[in-house]
């Protein structure tokens, strides 16, 4: 599709357990945000990227979250020893470039409950 | 924390003009102000950004004060399609951490 792609679109785990979720932006665009929403809250920032560099994790909620990405294209999000308080909607956008003009094409999101 | 302050609700009766809007007293001069939604069970969709000239497009207009310390978001013809939350964000040239508010839930009453 010509859309950013997200999977899973569903996960349930259990508690403890590591979980991968993973974002396909829109072909061309270099910029890639994570962003996490939990129930009935806001978009909370949790890292971009630029080509394959994230020049700013402060985002990331604990050491339990790392995030990467390949070939400047293909996003990977990983949790490790997952809790309860990680169950959210997680959500990536893509854009043609940073900057204060750039628009963000945003994917379904990835529904993450944790057990 | 977000740089801007939107009402947390608003209710609009449909096919009347809606005003949304959104103070961002410490905007630098160089910030682009842009708008987002998020419809039910979706991600947030792109409506509209603008600098200082109020902007229009297909989807709605954006007026954007002398002073850049606020905007409103207009949707000149409310359908049932626009209950959504909007988001007010603003957004610099070299800004990687795009920081979204809580946003304004909008209702539309049929």
């Known amino acids: 599709g010509a859309g950013v792609s997200q999977s899973p679109s569903n996960k349930v785990t259990e508690k403890g357990k590591d979980v991968e979720l993973r974002c396909d932006p829109i072909s061309g665009h270099t910029a890639l945000y994570w962003y996490r929403q939990s129930l009935g809250q806001g978009l909370e920032f949790l890292i971009y990227f630029q080509g394959n560099s994230a020049p700013d994790k402060s985002g990331l909620p604990s050491d339990r979250f790392s995030a990467e990405r390949t070939g400047g294209s293909v996003s990977t999000l990983t949790i490790q020893r997952t809790q309860q308080e990680d169950s959210a909607v997680y959500l990536c956008?893509?854009?043609?470039?940073?900057?204060?003009?750039?628009?963000?094409?945003f994917g379904e999101g990835s529904r993450l409950t944790v057990l | 924390d977000a740089k801007t302050t939107q009402p947390n609700s608003m209710e609009s009766n449909e096919e009347e003009p809606v005003h949304l809007p959104c103070n961002h007293s410490?905007?630098?001069?160089?910030?682009?102000i842009h708008w987002y939604r998020q419809l039910p069970s979706q991600g947030p969709e792109y409506v509209i950004h603008g600098l200082t000239s109020n902007v229009n497009n297909r989807m709605a207009s954006l007026a954007i004060a002398e002073d850049r310390k606020s905007s409103t978001l207009i949707l000149h013809r409310a359908t049932l399609r626009d209950a959504a939350v909007y988001y007010c964000i603003l957004r610099a040239n070299r800004d990687d951490k795009i920081i979204f508010g809580k946003g304004t839930r909008l209702h539309i009453l049929p």
């Open positions: 410490t905007i630098s001069g160089t910030d682009y």
């Open positions: 956008a893509s854009s043609t470039h940073p900057g204060a003009t750039g628009e963000l094409f």
